[in-house]
């Protein structure tokens, strides 16, 4: 199988976005990161993008939300990531997405995507019909 897996701040742009990606209509799963740290941890095992929004307010050393940090600092987890798609806001200029370009240059994955907060419809359909086409390309059984 494969797996979406996201986080989402309390504004839900992120997750709005997935929602109307409708993923789990192509047979691809969802997952959210836990946005509070008592929250339980999420553990994923097998294939998976992750949709990233970038925090910071412009400062890149502050793009990757700790919660997407201390995911993907989880070995178990790390092993399976295979992209990352970033969400981001314009007005943060240089370091528009910019945790996307930091996931993918520490976790060896590509940045298959950036959107600007919830996205557009043209970017819903351009990451549904592009992740369905990755997924269907990839090995499915292999860390």
Known sequence: ?????YFSSASNNT??????????GAGIHTARIPLRAADEALHIDEPFVLICPTYGGGEATKAVPVQVKRFLND??????IRGVIAAG???FGTAYAAAGPII???CHVPLMYRFELMGTSADVRAVRKGLIEFFRTQPQDQP
């Open 104 to 106: 993918a240059r520490k």
């Open 15 to 24: 997750a709005r976005f997935v929602e109307h990606c409708a993923f789990e």
């Open 89 to 91: 806001n314009t007005n």
């Open 1 to 5: 199988m494969a797996a979406v897996v």
């Open 75 to 80: 070995p178990a987890n790390r092993q399976w």
